[in-house]
Every structure is written in C-alpha cells, then in structure tokens.
C-alpha cells in the first residue's frame, strides 16, 4: 500500500506552511509552553540558522537521516515531503507498519488538504534530544518546507527562542 502512495503520489497534498514570526514588538526572547516530555535534562539549547525573512531551521535526523527542518510553533504536526518518506522507505527506515492514515489537514492559507499520516520512529534534535513515535505527515509537494511542528513542541513544558543567543531552549 505504502509503496504505491509513493511511486503515484497522494493527489493533493499540499504544503502546510505558516508564519513563522514569533511574537510582534519583542525579536529578543519569545516562550511558548506546552506538556512535559520525559527527557532527563532542564532545559536544552539547541543552536539555530535564521533564514532571511526570520524563519529559523534547526538540525533534525529523522529515523537516522539528517535534515534541517523550520521550526515551525503554527504547526500542528511536523511535515516531511513525499521525497524524504520514499528516500526513507527505500533505505528501510520507514516501513508499512509505520503508516497510520491519511488525514485531512488546514494549511496557512486556510486552505483543506489531505496527507499520509505516519510515525517516526526516532527524531533526534542536534544530537541532544531523541523523541520515539513521533506523528508526522507526508505532503506531496516537493518544495514544501520541512516543518518541525506541535507533533514535536507538546513533548516539552515549555520552549523559547533566544535571539541573542541564537538558540531554541526546549525545557522539561
């Protein structure tokens, strides 16, 4: 089944990108707060690139494949796109027991569209952070950006950016 999805494709997919400013007037240190994870630590820094335009990416490996992903708060769930799933389930790394659904999802423009629900299986943040089962969904569209959404953030109390610093602190 899954194979098939991704040799034809899943027929209108759609990015699901969003603003990715933080909070209007304040460009220093911005918070946002969502449930505990687990992870042992306080609080992590993970060092980030700003993109022009504010957007800010940071390292990701996703079932041990490296990527850097937007770190995206407007996000419900963390995207991948139809070429990192294929690459993914080529390598082995992504399997049929993986697949949970397709789902319909809004975009930022307000607009309905359908995407393959999946789950990771490991996702690791810049060598410091592993997450296991991670819900994901795979967008059709090539050029759409690599989010790393909700499906991540609810894992940690709370989360703030440090411009000053340049780092994302993912709290306990």
Known sequence: MFLCFLLSGCGGCSSTSGDTSWAEGNDDYVEYTSPATTYNADVIEIPYTEMPGGTITIPVKINGMGLDMIFDTG??????????????????????????????????????????????????????????????????????????????????????????????????
């Not at 049929?96 to 607009?111: C, E, R, V």
């Not at 592993?130 to 090539?142: D, K």
């Open 75 to 172: 996000a419900s769930t963390t995207t991948i796109t139809l070429a990192e799933a294929q690459y993914l389930y080529e390598k082995g790394s992504l399997t049929d027991n993986d697949i949970l659904d397709f789902q319909q999802y809004q975009t930022a423009d307000g607009s309905i569209s359908e995407g393959l629900r999946i789950r990771l299986r490991e996702v690791s943040i810049d060598k410091q952070i592993m997450l296991e089962n991670v819900q994901a969904v795979v967008v059709e569209h090539q050029q759409a950006p690599l989010l790393l959404g909700q499906s991540v953030m609810e894992r940690f109390r709370e989360i703030s950016v440090d411009r000053v610093q340049g780092v994302v602190k993912f709290y306990q």
